[in-house]
């Protein structure tokens, strides 16, 4: 037997739900013309999204330290990586 708290199916149908609604918000806000900000509001709603996901339907929520500090240091990578893309894109 496991541990772990089970999640309700409530649970999983409101971040479902969530899911469907910052959906929606991403094909709204392709038509809103953000300029410069465009590409940060989709990134935005992207990490949202990905945050929902890895931590109710992937149960990142609870786990231990280990994993947590493993995630954390690939998500760190993943930014800088993309921090210093957008720096080099926008210098050219």
Same mark, same amino acid.
């Given at each position: 037997?496991?541990d772990?708290?089970?999640?309700?199916?409530?649970?999983?149908?409101?971040?479902? %739900?969530?899911?469907?609604? #910052?959906?929606?918000?991403?094909?709204?806000?392709?038509?809103?013309q953000?300029?410069r900000?465009s590409?940060f509001?989709?990134i935005?709603i992207?990490?949202v999204?990905?945050?929902l996901? #890895?931590?109710?339907?992937?149960?990142?929520?609870y786990?231990?330290?280990?994993?947590r500090i493993?995630?954390?240091?690939?998500? #760190?990578?993943?930014?800088?990586?993309?921090? %210093?893309t957008?720096a080099?894109?926008?210098?050219?």
């Open positions: 037997m496991s772990k708290p089970a999640i309700s199916y409530g649970r999983y149908l409101t971040i479902w %739900l969530a899911l469907l609604v #910052l959906t929606a918000v991403t094909i709204t806000a392709v038509g809103i953000f300029g900000w590409v509001a989709a935005a992207a990490a999204k990905g945050t996901v #890895l931590f109710y339907f992937m149960h990142l929520r786990e231990g330290a280990l994993i493993t995630l954390s240091l690939a998500v #760190l990578t993943l930014a800088v990586i993309m921090v %210093l957008f080099d894109v926008s210098f050219r």
